[in-house]
């Protein structure tokens, strides 16, 4: 089993006007297997979370630690965090010229396990993972994120997960912007993967809607770059009746 560990963290963002604040303390433990429904309104610091285990450039931790393990997150390079077992799926995932999905998801792949995979297990499996998310073979030949629609981004993001094998997988608003359809086939991937028991996954989102379809074991609500509120699935029930109002009495 694999735990990932966020503690006290505190993050400021770059902006023109100087560092920002966001995170303001955040604790949170995933251990594989679980899966944690990270919601709150917008602005309130879901995707700050995101980049900064991900460790993008404009994030600045400024206190607390992420660890995986026991080994600190925070100290690995982008490609050391993907070969630890981390999968961040971003919100607005970059067009990469000129390499196919295909090709793309290969050396991913290679990258990660540290050798090339078999050939003739990796187009079986690349064939199946597609079929499941009822993509067509096509897909595989077409540049990375060129001209995809946002439904073809996210169903990319799902492959990607199912295929690489990661310990924790980090969903940034893996359900924004599909229709019911596309929706249902991206939580089928994610509960696939969850069914196998080894995967840590943070689902992170602004709206109940997709928790219909994955029910989370855990949810936390972000509100002002803290977490605010701890539940189970029952407290997704209840935002989705209630909204975030009663979180948001003290802002104007
Ligand atoms: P959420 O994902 O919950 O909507 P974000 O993490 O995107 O929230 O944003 C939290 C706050 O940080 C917002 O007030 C947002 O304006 C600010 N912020 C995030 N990223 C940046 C950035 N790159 N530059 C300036 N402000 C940012
Ligand atoms: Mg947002
Ligand atoms: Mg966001």
Redesign the pocket.
């Known amino acids: 089993m694999s735990t990932l560990e966020i503690r006290d963290l505190h993050v400021s963002?770059?902006?023109?006007e100087g560092a920002?604040p966001?995170?303001r303390g955040v604790d949170l433990t995933v251990a594989s297997g679980e899966t944690h429904a990270i919601m709150?309104?917008?602005?309130?610091?879901?995707?700050?979370?995101?980049?900064s285990i991900a460790g993008h450039p404009?994030?600045e931790i400024t206190a607390g630690s992420v660890t995986l393990d026991g080994e600190d997150v925070l100290e690995m390079s982008v490609d050391e965090r993907a070969r630890a077992g981390m999968f961040l799926a971003m919100?607005y995932p970059v067009e990469v010229p000129g390499v196919s999905v295909s090709n793309f998801l290969r050396t991913a792949k290679t990258a990660i396990s540290g050798e090339a995979p078999a050939l003739r297990h990796w187009v079986k499996d690349v064939r199946a993972a597609m079929e499941n998310l009822r993509m067509d073979s096509t897909f595989a030949e077409r540049n990375v994120n060129e001209g995809f629609s946002g439904g073809e981004k996210k169903r990319h993001e799902i492959l990607q997960m199912e295929l690489l094998n990661p310990k924790f997988a980090i969903l940034?608003?893996t359900d924004s912007g599909l229709d019911v359809d596309a929706l249902r086939v991206v939580s089928e991937g994610v509960n696939r993967v969850r069914a196998t028991g080894e995967v840590g996954v943070l689902l992170?989102t602004?709206y109940t809607r997709i928790l219909r379809y994955i029910q989370p074991d855990f949810v936390h609500v972000?509100v002002d770059?803290k977490i605010a509120e701890e539940g189970g699935p029952e407290l997704a029930e209840r935002l989705e009746a209630e909204g975030y109002d009663r979180f948001l009495t003290t802002s104007v």
């Open positions: 963002v770059e902006t023109k920002k966001i995170l709150g309104p917008n602005g309130s610091g879901k995707s700050t979370l995101a980049y404009k994030y919100q940034d608003e992170i602004h972000f770059g």
